[in-house]
């Protein structure tokens, strides 16, 4: 979103040219507009999501390497999924999701909830994935992605 032309055009033209500042997109001011407007939202995704599809697609091809990743909170409602060949879901209590998003963002509890009542249920994206890792403080990560590498490694 900072460093596509055609991207930055388009965000500018729908969220007002406040939009991006000398330090590029304001995240938190387009947060603001996106999360209270569904229709807003479903602009903004409509120009961001094929983009970020296209250049995951093309990074993807130029790597020399038999795993490659593609992180995203919002997978399945981006339509992301289906270039892929597994899903990998990051699972956490709400509690622990909503403390970390709050310090990461400088956020409050009300906009995190904001944000993911847009989002697909964790329950949903648990049965839609092919595998689940626990980041819930009380199970090795480094343990369970060892285990899922070896695995899909193969």
Known sequence: ???????????????????????????KRMAALVFKDKEVLSQVNAIVHPAVRRDFTEWAKRQDSKLVFLESAILYEAGLAD?????????????????????????????????????????EIAKKSDEIIYNDDSRSLLLQLKA?????EK
Request: hydrophobic share 40%.
């Open 1 to 27: 979103m900072n460093t596509s032309g055609g991207i930055r055009t388009r965000l500018m033209a729908l969220l007002g040219p406040d939009i991006y500042t000398g330090a590029g997109l304001d995240r």
């Open 83 to 123: 270039a892929l060949s597994s899903v990998w879901c990051v699972a956490a209590p709400a509690d622990i999701r909503i403390a970390r998003t709050m310090a990461r963002n400088h956020c409050s509890r009300e906009e995190v909830m904001e944000r993911i009542s847009k989002q697909m249920s964790d329950e």
């Open 148 to 152: 899922l590498l070896a695995r899909y």
